[in-house]
């Protein structure tokens, strides 16, 4: 356990940016869902809208750091050409 202020006072902070970090991926994966679930639909127009969402969404997680940027990169491309297959 921890014995020193600087270790307690970490432990808090590290929970509690455990906490923000998940409500942030799991906004991530919301946005992400959304255009799988259009993409699936078959509905072009709502995927386009969608991923257009999504996009700047991953790119939060990039800058504030709860996603790797190829992590991103790699979703991003593959929900685009799924995106583009649908014509």
């Known amino acids: 356990m921890a014995n020193t ?4 006072k970490r432990i808090r ?3 509690r940016r455990a906490e923000i970090n998940g409500n942030r991926m799991s ?4 946005y992400v869902k959304q255009v799988e679930t259009a993409i699936e639909s078959g509905d072009k127009d709502a995927a386009k809208t969608a991923l257009s969402n999504a996009q700047p969404e991953l790119a939060r997680g990039v800058a504030r750091g709860v996603m ?4 991103a990169s790699r979703k991003l491309s593959r929900l685009t050409k799924r995106v583009a297959a649908l014509g």
Not at 5 to 8: E, L, T
Not at 27 to 30: A, K, L, P, Q, V
Not at 68 to 71: D, G, L, R, V, Y
């Open 13 to 15: 902070r590290n929970e």
């Open 5 to 8: 202020p600087q270790a307690r």
């Open 27 to 30: 906004r991530i994966r919301t």
């Open 68 to 71: 790797h940027k190829n992590t």
